[in-house]
């Protein structure tokens, strides 16, 4: 990780099992972008959900990742639910793909550049071009797939130059959790662009290549047994360890703090403002 480290959102950060989580709305979090971009100061985001979380445990590398982001957003239901239950409220999902959609769709207002680093081979390309076509005037200034390996080191400096020659505002990292985590601590400082965000597959679901679930099953925290449905070989194992794991230490944290009482709720909810 870049010693110099990440400019972070001043604001409080919610400890779900142990990682901070921003305690942001949405709105919170298009302000906070648009503050970024504008300080000209490297920044990255992560858009982290439960298997963020639960991989930030037994690794300690990316628990710092996370710590060193200068947004730390719940991507899904149950780290909003843990959240406000801990008494950082209100806070909100704030959700890749969402973001996303309305960040392009202020761009063509705000002048913001983009780069779209990730995804399997076509489909930055087909996301750019849907974009282009959804959000009239956007810039969407390169693409680039890498493979699934790791780059040589003359590999990733050709990235760093091709990105950095692009002037991108904002760079969007599909790589997936934790790989797009551990690539934006790794770049910070060398890729120019004021923000990078990782937002996993977003790029899949904007460009059409993969579906999303229903809007209920978003908002009733069930989009994992969707993504489940729809990509079991990939999935199932991940899942069968994280939800299980995450329902019982969530239910953990939340009886002591029942025996505990809250640990400065009030003082946080104050220094939100």
Known sequence: MSAQGSQRWLGPRAPVLG???????????LDALDAFVRARRPHYVCITGVHGVIESR???????IHEAAALVTPDGMPLVW??????????????????????????PVR?????????????????????????????VVGTHCPPFRPLTDAE????????????????????????????MAAHLGRIDAPVMIG??????FLAGTKRQAPRWMQRSGLEWLFRLATEPRRLARRYASIVPRFLVLAGLQLA??????????????????
Not at 19 to 29: N, P, W
Not at 94 to 102: C, E, I, K, S
Not at 199 to 204: I, S, T
């Open 111 to 139: 002048g913001y550049r983009h780069f779209l680093y990730g995804g399997a081979p076509g489909v930055a390309e087909s996301l750019a071009e849907v974009l282009r076509q959804r959000y009239a005037g956007i810039v």
């Open 19 to 29: 990682l901070g989580v921003s305690a942001i709305t949405f709105r919170d979090a």
């Open 58 to 64: 037994s690794d300690p590398h990316l628990r710092a």
């Open 199 to 204: 937002v996993g597959a977003a790029f899949d």
């Open 156 to 183: 990733d400096a050709a990235v760093v130059a091709e990105i950095n020659a692009a002037k991108p505002d904002i760079v969007w990292v599909g790589l997936s959790t934790p790989k797009q985590e551990r690539w």
């Open 256 to 273: 002591r703090r029942a025996l505990t009482g809250p640990a400065g709720g009030s003082a946080q909810r104050a220094a939100r403002g």
């Open 82 to 107: 843990m959240a406000n239950r801990l008494g950082y409220g209100p806070v909100e999902r704030v959700y890749g793909p969402d973001l996303m959609r309305a960040v392009c769709r202020d761009s």
